[in-house]
T-cell receptor
Framework: NAGVMQNPRHLVRRRGQEARLRCSPMKGHSHVYWYRQLPEEGLKFMVYLQKENIIDESGMPKERFSAEFPKEGPSILRIQQVVRGDSAAYFC?????????????FGPGTRLTVL | GQQLNQSPQSMFIQEGEDVSMNCTSSSIFNTWLWYKQDPGEGPVLLIALYKAGELTSNGRLTAQFGITRKDSFLNISASIPSDVGIYFCAGHLYNFNKFYFGSGTKLNVKP
């Protein structure tokens, strides 16, 4: 049973370019969460999605960042016109449908470096 | 938003020693989770606790869900070098289906 998958594992972008980070949740999981982590810091919540719906985006910067979780395919976190401050590790986590076990499983992360 | 206070922030211990870390909150949580993160990797779920007062073990790890539902602790017995990493607690609120994370405890184990 494959775990949460993220790709790419490492992504290098120049300032002003777009970054697209992908996350495939565990099989049977319908909830996806995105977090950002700076070096030596904790996990900062960004957005919570269910299929085709954004449930909570209170942690997302208002500009340049967007997320989606389409009916088919992986969840995408998109960062437009990246700046150096966007350099961080971005983790995706998934959890089962509400009402089942309330646990969350993480992917290996995408490390974004903005030059 | 909800805040989890995790302590200690870091620990330096000798191999073979026992370790204890905890998380407290002013809010009640439905579930407590403990994760370990190795450098360059994603957090890995160690233990999940679903009921107040629940005490659960996973090998040398033991965690408890506080009776007030506002705290949890994680103990590691007879630490070994591979226990090195950052340990995070997380609380889950059923109504919002959201997870709140502590700031982490960085564990260093000297062989």
């Amino acid at each position: 049973n494959a775990g949460v998958m993220q790709n790419p594992r490492h992504l290098v972008r120049r300032r002003g370019q777009e970054a697209r980070l992908r996350c495939s949740p565990m099989k049977g999981h319908s909830h996806v969460y995105w977090y950002r982590q700076l070096p030596e810091e904790g996990l900062k919540f960004m957005v919570y999605l269910q299929k085709e719906n954004i449930i909570d985006e209170s942690g997302m910067p208002k500009e340049r960042f967007s997320a989606e979780f389409p009916k088919e395919g992986p969840s995408i976190l998109r960062i437009q016109q990246v700046v150096r401050g966007d350099s961080a590790a971005y983790f995706c986590a998934s959890s089962p449908p509400t009402g089942l076990t309330d646990t969350q499983y993480f992917g290996p992360g995408t490390r974004l470096t903005v030059l | 938003g909800q805040q989890l206070n995790q302590s200690p922030q870091s620990m330096f211990i000798q191999e073979g020693e026992d370790v204890s870390m905890n998380c407290t909150s002013s809010s009640i949580f439905n579930t407590w989770l403990w994760y370990k993160q190795d450098p360059g990797e994603g957090p890995v779920l160690l233990i999940a606790l679903y009921k107040a007062g629940e005490l659960t073990s996973n090998g040398r790890l033991t965690a408890q869900f506080g009776i007030t539902r506002k705290d949890s602790f994680l103990n590691i017995s007879a630490s070994i070098p591979s226990d090195v990493g950052i340990y995070f607690c997380a609380g889950h609120l059923y109504n919002f289906n959201k997870f709140y994370f502590g700031s982490g405890t960085k564990l260093n184990v000297k062989p």
